[in-house]
Nanobody
């Protein structure tokens, strides 16, 4: 069955960096777009970034453009989200997702001094 497992969240000070990872199994990873979403307390889920199967196409929410980078390693069945220059408003649970159907359990990112 399809499984997605995020890791790498934590507490970081404003201006700091984190790298999230999402390891997947149960499908041919390189055939599908992968997406990172986030959900802040009291808000809806927001698409943060997405990447095509081969990695050649990426897109980002305006709120994270030039600060976050999505990438993937198809040999490792893993998608990453490098987050730099973090702001308190980036605080949220971050989820990876694919096929508009499958989701991981989420990893908490808290940006606070």
């Amino acid at each position: 069955q399809v499984q997605l497992a995020e890791s790498g969240g934590g507490l970081v000070q404003p201006g700091g960096s984190l790298r999230l990872s999402c390891v997947v199994s149960g499908f041919t990873f390189s055939d599908y777009f992968m997406r990172w979403y986030r959900q802040a307390p009291g808000k809806g889920r927001e698409l943060v970034a997405e990447i095509s199967g081969a990695g050649g196409i990426t897109s980002y929410a305006d709120s994270v453009k030039d600060r976050f980078t999505i990438s993937r390693d198809n040999a490792k069945y893993t998608v990453y989200l490098q987050m730099n220059s973090l702001k308190p408003e980036d605080t949220a649970v971050y989820y990876c997702s694919t096929m508009n159907t499958y989701w991981g359990q989420g990893t908490q990112v808290t940006v606070s001094s």
